[in-house]
Nanobody, 122 residues
């Protein structure tokens, strides 16, 4: 079984910064893409940023130029550096690991973290 553990959420003022971390553990052989999604109250979960094992990144238009996703393949860890935060960034942020290959399962699977709250408010 694969577990994703997130950390780094919290309360920050507009214009501030936060750094989210997510570490994947288990009998992991490889992870194709890791990334972050968010869900605000009353809204659907949406993509924030993803990064492949080769370093190819993808960002939501709303966070381009403000957020940076990075990853350490050897540690199965992904980070999200969030700068110039805005109130509309307030949401629960979820870590995702896509197309995960493990020692125990013959198929590729997708996993989610439990979520971490980010609140941007003065």
């Amino acid at each position: 079984q694969v577990q994703l553990v997130e950390s780094g959420g919290g309360l920050v003022q507009p214009g501030g910064s936060l750094r989210l971390s997510c570490a994947a553990s288990g009998s992991i052989v490889s992870i194709n893409a890791m990334g972050w999604y968010r869900q605000a109250p009353g809204k659907e979960r949406e993509l924030v940023a993803t990064i492949t094992s080769g370093g190819i990144t993808n960002y939501a238009d709303s966070v381009k130029g403000r957020f940076t996703v990075s990853r350490d393949n050897a540690k199965n860890t992904v980070w999200l550096q969030m700068n110039n935060l805005k109130p509309e960034d307030t949401a629960v942020y979820y870590c995702n690991a896509d197309r995960v290959r493990t020692l125990l399962a013959p198929v590729l699977s997708n996993y989610w973290g439990q979520g971490t709250q980010v609140t941007v408010s003065s």
